[in-house]
């Protein structure tokens, strides 16, 4: 690997991210960008290191029983095949590091917001199929365009419209990172260019696997969440203003 400090920084990230339950596809995308790595390489590897950091959280909401299976359908219909379809859309570098630098200013803000408590919802908001397919198709198609999980974007606009308790969007969050990371993956993979660097992505995810695991386990209990999430907004707002002012000529 030409970088190895990227190694630290992924397991920074995949730790800090999986305390406040996302992925860190926004915040891999965010360091990847600031190296000469090409833009396809850099989709895939955030991709394959959400799908790392998720699985285990997602698994544990399963086993909870905290995943609105019902509600969350409408969603995942309209999101995994239009995280495919951006997936395989090829975009040219200048229009992708422009998607990618919005993308992580509009993360960062959404990031920096407050989270709405157990306390503040009295019960579960009604579903709507058609605003979910909408909702859910958006944000796929995002995700697979740019290469994040789309829960960052997801889960501010479901507590935004009291979708449902706190615990609930979370869990349904680390799923929708969950499917539309694969089938982000599987999308790339249909139109994949040679040349990937398939040794660094594995190390890669190896280090966002150990740090997503101390995430998970430790940072929940003696971190405070908000000082993590505004952390995380404010590295991850600036970085899209470092990508905006690197790789786009306005």
């Known amino acids: 690997m030409p970088h190895p400090e990227i190694l630290f920084f992924f397991l920074a990230i995949a730790f800090v991210y999986a305390s406040v339950g996302f992925g860190g596809g926004s915040g891999y995308l965010a360091v990847l960008a600031l190296y000469t790595i090409p833009f396809q390489e850099m989709k895939l590897t955030a991709l394959v290191c959400n799908i790392i950091v998720v699985a285990g959280s997602t698994a544990i909401y399963i086993r909870r029983k905290e995943l609105p299976y019902k509600k969350i359908l409408p969603l995942v219909l309209a999101s995994v095949p239009m995280a495919y379809i951006g997936a395989g859309l090829k975009i040219g570098q200048d229009l992708f590091f422009l998607i ?3 993308s992580l200013l509009v993360a960062g803000r959404l990031l920096w917001r407050r989270p709405i408590k157990d306390e503040d919802i009295t019960e579960a908001g009604n579903s709507n199929f058609i605003r979910e397919l909408t909702i859910g198709a958006g944000i796929g198609f995002l995700s697979g365009m ?3 999980g789309g829960g960052i974007f997801l ?3 479901l507590h935004l419209i009291k979708w449902d308790t706190p615990k609930k969007i979370a869990a349904t969050a680390s799923f929708f990172i969950l499917i539309n990371s694969t089938a982000g993956i599987l999308g790339q993979l249909s139109s994949m260019t040679p040349g990937i660097n398939y040794y660094s992505i594995g190390a890669l995810a190896t280090a966002v696997f150990i ?3 101390f995430g998970a386990r ?4 003696r971190f405070s969440q908000s000082l993590i999430r ?3 907004a404010i590295l991850v707002f600036f970085a899209g203003v470092e990508v905006l002012m690197k790789h786009v000529s306005l």
């Open 100 to 102: 990618l630098g919005i």
């Open 146 to 148: 740019v290469g994040i």
């Open 155 to 157: 889960a501010p606009v």
């Open 211 to 213: 740090g997503g695991q």
């Open 218 to 221: 430790i940072g929940t209990g």
């Open 230 to 232: 505004r952390l995380t």
